[in-house]
């Protein structure tokens, strides 16, 4: 069975700093890691993906993460945090092993971005 | 295209009242999913399908029935509400590959007194 750590509630960060979110995961098979973000009374947003290939992805909004097979990490990174990316963040794993593919979050980490 | 959208956005009931969650697609998704949102714990996936006629229990399915009679519509029923069943109700749907993301509706917010 798949599972997916995110080890910290709250990332505090200064305006035009760096960012990062981290997250490990455990899966049996191989991974297809993901990372989502939700504003207040919204939805989850899709980010970006790894499937296979380059380790370090790219996805919206200048976001970006690095897949690590041997940490089992896929720490979500921006280098420099905007106020308006103040918002709880999920990554999630599917195995691909996994029969009908079921995603497994973690428990979110509420970044706050402060001017 | 509206995406994913969910139906009522808002709904208290009181303990013992029954009611139906609605929720439609319009990306021709195979898969479509209801998960529960409480603080923190994520996201837990209560039921799904994949496909039209099909559904299976996911996580936590106790005290909800889903049905998806059309492939665009997934409906999510609670039968005798409780209070532990206060919570934020988001449908999602995706394609069948699995490399594929999820698209989220904007969620329910539910509350049993």
């Known amino acids: 069975a798949q599972s997916v750590a995110q080890p910290e509630d709250q990332v505090n960060v200064a305006e035009g700093n760096p960012l990062t979110v981290k997250c490990t995961y455990s899966v049996s098979g191989n991974p297809y890691l993901f990372w989502y973000v939700q504003y207040p009374n919204r939805g989850l947003q899709f980010l970006l993906k790894?499937?296979?290939?380059?380790?370090l992805v790219k996805g919206s909004y200048g976001f970006e993460a690095e897949f690590n097979k041997s940490q089992t990490s896929f720490h979500l990174k921006k280098p420099s945090a905007l106020v308006s990316d103040s918002a709880l963040y999920f990554c999630a794993v599917r195995d691909d092993g996994d029969s009908w593919g079921k995603l497994q979050f973690g428990a979110g980490t509420q970044v706050v971005v402060t001017p | 295209n509206a995406g994913v959208t969910q139906t009522p956005k808002f709904r208290v009931l009181k303990t013992g009242q029954s009611m139906t969650l609605l929720c439609a697609q319009d990306m021709n998704h195979e898969y479509m999913y209801w998960y529960r949102q409480d603080p923190g714990m994520g996201l837990r996936l209560i039921h799904y399908?994949?496909?039209?006629?099909?559904?299976a229990k996911g996580e936590v399915p106790d005290g909800y029935n889903v049905s998806r009679l059309k492939k665009q519509n997934f409906l999510l029923g609670l039968e005798s509400a409780a209070p532990s069943q206060t919570s934020v109700y988001f449908c999602a749907s995706s394609y069948r590959q699995h490399n594929s993301p999820l698209h989220f509706g904007n969620g329910t917010r539910l509350t049993v007194t």
């Open positions: 399908s994949v496909g039209e006629g099909t559904t």
């Open positions: 790894y499937i296979t290939g380059d380790n």
